[in-house]
């Protein structure tokens, strides 16, 4: 039988959206699961899979209770708030800093004679930073850190964060500058106003949306890191990823609907992010991977 | 890692100039905007790395701060030949970066080849598909442990609804890999399809057209026009991705702690284990250098095959 081409158009639309549709079961069941995990009894998950709650299972909030009033509760309090002090402050310092470095290598002409630098290589030698395997540094950072004091401090951790984002959000930042014409920073330079204070004045309200689109990359980043806070802090300055990689090696087993709802304590912040600023994660992304 | 480079930065657009070259006035304000970044990049990011070289030569025992330190030459280099612990760890993590990094790209790009046509909710499919490379490792470790559970899992569980055998993920030794795997493809497909359906949106439409109105068929202009007009984009996502993926070490921490037995352990791992667990520092900063030495031998292997590749096609 020959098809019409409307016909063979409507098999490929069909065959189109089932796969997009299956791939976002695939991105979101995982999710649903740690989602249901999390309010389900402990017989409910060894009797083996239950999917739906009421139906299979009897839901309860027994894990999130004893997630947020129980013995545990205070040090799950203090790495969350650790996490978000240390990837807020972090990210701001790096995007700030990234940011006028970015400035800099769009707007002025380097050129360090002894090295034959100039803004090309600058921005390579910055960026090539990102390109290491983060343990190659980490190693000497146990012994700056101990010769500084700055083990398990939120001082140290936002020293080792800002360094560790900064070549992205440079990379990100420079970007967004050469998109940004320069002819209203150039007219209040000739009106009198100084290069910090066209910056300030012009430039930071212009490039606002690429400082946020930056920031929240930092910020993911940061928030998801394990590696340094293993590493570099073990209780003060300890971070939620590490509380949470802690919890699953307890002598009496893993438990499961406690460590749902602790996941989702660091899970949910960056879903919420996902829904809410999904252009500018993009965005982000898009630029750090291809200019 | 420098070709990495210049693919990465031979894309920059031409930037914007008030002039030529930096007027006297502006010299003290150029430096005062660059230098903090360069100057803590110079001290937290390329000190510790010429650091780091320096204690490969080194014992270094971290449990004695004072008196734990002695020159030891190329001993560390002679113990990592002999390790075969070592040489386990860089196999682990060579095949999970090929296997990873390659199923990763083909899924990404299929995706995002689905994603690149006129369809209703685009927007919803891209916030979906978005969303496993947002969540946190550490968790997504435990995600990856209840999903793979043999008796408790749901993985195992729709296997047998479909009447094919329970597959022992995490408890056999040669099933764990894979496993780890497949959790790290679920988390990292997202990065692909973003960056190259960006890329896709990115070509110039009348070449399609002009293939379309020559009568190309589907295949030919994805062959033929697509693929080779895609490749830059391919080839830096497949370099950030292995440059990523050589790190392994969150997900594998959680998922099986390098088990069963070493099965699953990576450089990294390792690394953390000499440094960490055993302070013996020196042999730690050995075995990060390796895992550098082999990220630049697998981006210049990678970028000048593909870059011969695309001369023959021409």
């Not at chain 1, 101990?146 to 401090?153: A, N």
Request: glycine share 6%.
């Amino acid at each position: 039988m020959q098809l019409t081409m409307r016909q063979t158009h409507s098999i490929k639309q069909v065959i189109t959206y089932s796969l997009l549709v299956l791939w976002t079961l695939i991105c979101l069941f995982p999710i649903y699961w740690v989602v249901i995990t999390s309010i389900k009894l402990p017989i409910a998950v060894f009797q083996g899979p239950k999917y739906i709650p009421w139906v299979d299972f009897q839901p309860t909030l027994n894990a999130w209770n004893f997630l947020l009033t129980g013995p545990t509760s205070a040090a799950v309090y203090r790495s969350w708030i650790n996490s978000f002090i240390l990837a807020t402050t972090s990210s701001a310092i790096a995007v700030l800093l990234g940011g006028m470095a970015g400035y800099g290598l769009t707007r002025f002409h380097y050129h360090w004679p002894i090295l034959n630098w100039r803004n090309n290589d600058i921005a390579f030698y910055v960026i090539s930073q990102r390109m290491l395997p983060a343990v190659v540094v980490i190693i000497p950072y146990l012994i700056m850190f101990r010769v500084l004091s700055l083990i398990d401090t939120h001082q140290g951790m936002i020293l080792a964060y800002t360094v560790f984002n900064m070549p992205f959000a440079v990379w990100i930042m420079r970007d967004f500058f050469q998109g940004l014409p320069v002819d209203l920073e150039e007219s209040a330079l000739i009106d009198g106003a100084n290069r910090f204070q066209a910056f300030r004045h012009i430039v930071l309200p212009l490039a606002a949306p690429g400082f946020i689109a930056t920031f929240l990359f930092c910020l993911v980043f940061t928030w998801n890191d394990y590696l340094f806070s293993l590493m570099l802090t073990f209780s003060r300055a300890s971070t939620l990823p590490m509380f949470i990689a802690g919890e699953g090696t307890q002598s009496y087993g893993p438990q499961w609907w406690y460590l749902s709802a602790l996941s989702l304590l660091s899970i949910a912040p960056m879903i919420l992010i996902t829904l809410f600023v999904e252009r500018y994660i993009t965005r982000g992304l898009v630029v750090g991977a291809i200019k | 890692m420098a070709n990495a480079a210049s693919t990465a930065a031979g894309t920059a657009a031409p930037r914007p100039t008030l002039h030529k070259v930096t007027p006297k006035r502006d010299r003290a304000a150029s430096y005062a905007f660059l230098m903090p970044t360069v100057l803590l990049i110079l001290g937290l990011s390329v000190f510790p790395l010429l650091f780091s070289f320096a204690l490969v030569f080194l014992s270094w025992d971290l449990s004695r701060l004072e008196g734990g330190i002695r020159f030891a030459g190329l001993q560390n280099f002679v113990t990592l030949f002999n390790d075969t612990r070592f040489w386990n760890t860089a196999r682990v993590t060579v095949i999970f970066v090929l296997a990873s990094v390659t199923l990763q790209y083909f899924l990404g790009l299929a995706l995002a080849l689905l994603l690149n046509q006129d369809i209703k909710g685009r927007r919803f499919f891209r916030v979906a598909f978005l969303i496993p490379m947002m969540l946190t490792p550490a968790a997504v470790g435990y995600v990856g442990r209840m999903l793979f559970n043999e008796s408790q899992g749901p993985i195992n569980d729709l296997l047998q609804r479909v009447g094919l055998p329970n597959i022992p993920w995490l408890s056999n030794p040669t099933m764990a890999l894979p496993s780890l795997i497949l959790l790290d493809t679920w988390e990292w497909v997202p990065f692909m399809i973003i960056v190259l359906l960006a890329g896709l949106q990115a070509l110039p439409p009348e070449v399609f057209e002009s293939a379309r109105v020559d009568g190309a068929g589907e295949w030919y202009i994805f062959r033929h026009i697509t693929f080779p007009m895609l490749a830059p984009v391919s080839i830096t996502v497949i370099v950030i991705r292995a440059l990523e993926a050589f790190k392994l070490f969150d997900i594998v921490m959680v998922m099986t702690g390098g088990g069963p037995g070493t099965a699953t352990e990576t450089v990294t791992m390792y690394a953390y284990t000499v440094g960490m667990k055993n302070g013996n520092l020196g042999y730690a900063s050995a075995l990060a250098y390796s895992l550098l030495v082999m990220v630049i031998i697998f981006t210049t292997l990678f970028i000048n095959t593909t870059r011969r590749a695309a001369q023959a096609e021409d």
